[in-house]
């Protein structure tokens, strides 16, 4: 989607962006995309947003929306900022998910609304979420929080070690950094050797810190990503996983019909029978297709604005 892939470039107004990346789309013939000057933003950015709905480009829209702008429906991507990629991209981290399986996406704008209407199942709900994230000033009580959350379960319900949720998770089980970087340890390496830094990094001299951090930067490049700055969550279900950061305990736990990743909803309070989009997620154990076969899952329609 071009206005994805162009979300760097600079403009005077963010209104300006849309309409000069028309002449490259090669839809921009459209209607609505006709340059619109008078009009709020948002009410521009919701017309964009219909039209890729309608040209079977909602799934896209999902991937990349979230919590990020009060300006705009949450199902909306802010394309006014920059973002990092999104966990359904098959080109990066070496994993390929496919959390619906082989099913088509059925997605449509709600009539005189600012709403998107979405077919898929509600699978399960945040019962714990880590207080720090993995942002790099907080690693210390973040992967203690990391320990004590995997420690804490009980039988998991997916044939997983607990010294192997605590290091895969974290990351989305990327088995590669996105890009070269340098260390070339494998990510279980990468992942020790930053565990241990961050116990003995006061005993440390300059000259090894430096080691240290070139031998864990594998690791260190996955976690400052796309999934920087989320959180650590167990489920309900027993599952773990790592959330954006405007998830929040008892949200839901959504595969979405055509969607390649999870996607967290939260209940709207001004509007109790549709939900806000949180974002995507990572749950280990159901990122390719086994979530659907799990127990008391709810095939519905969400609502989302």
């Known amino acids: ?44 950015v919701l017309k964009f ?40 991209d098959a080109s990066e981290g070496g994993m390929l998910f496919s959390a619906s399986g082989p099913q088509q996406s059925k997605i449509k704008c709600i009539p005189d609304t600012d709403e998107l209407a979405v077919e898929g199942y509600q699978v399960d709900v945040i019962e714990s979420i ?15 929080e990391v320990d004590e959350m995997v420690d804490s379960l009980g039988m998991s319900p997916f044939p997983c070690s607990a010294r192997d949720l605590k290091w895969k998770v974290p ?47 594998n690791y260190v490049a996955v976690l400052q990503d796309r999934v920087k700055g989320w959180r650590f969550v167990v489920t309900e279900k027993g599952y773990t996983g790592i959330v954006p ?19 967290i909803l939260q209940k709207g309070e001004e509007r109790p029978e549709a939900f806000r989009l949180a974002g995507e997620c990572y749950v280990h154990g159901i990122m390719n297709g086994e979530g659907l076969s799990l127990y008391e899952v709810l095939e519905r329609e969400f609502r989302i604005f």
């Open 130 to 144: 880590s207080e720090s994230s993995n942002l790099e000033q907080e690693w210390p009580s973040y992967f203690r």
């Open 171 to 217: 990351i989305a089980c990327a088995e590669y950094p996105n890009g070269a970087v340098s260390g070339g340890l494998d990510m279980e390496s990468s992942y020790t050797v930053l565990r241990r830094y961050l116990v003995e990094r006061t005993a440390v001299d300059d000259s090894c810190s430096s080691k240290v951090k070139a031998c864990s930067s």
């Open 245 to 263: 950061p405007g998830a929040r305990k008892g949200d839901i736990v959504a595969i979405l019909k055509g969607g390649r990743v999870p996607f």
């Open 49 to 88: 947003a219909r039209v890729f709905v309608r040209q079977g480009r909602g799934m896209q829209l999902l991937y990349r929306a979230g919590l990020s702008s009060p300006r705009f429906p949450s199902w909306i991507p802010d394309w006014t900022v920059k973002r990092p990629s999104s966990l359904s």
């Open 1 to 44: 989607m071009l206005l994805e892939n162009f979300r760097h470039a600079e403009s005077t107004l963010c209104r300006d962006r849309l309409f000069s990346l028309l002449g490259l789309a090669s839809d921009g013939n459209e209607s609505a995309f006709e340059p619109d000057c008078e009009s709020p933003l948002e009410d521009v």
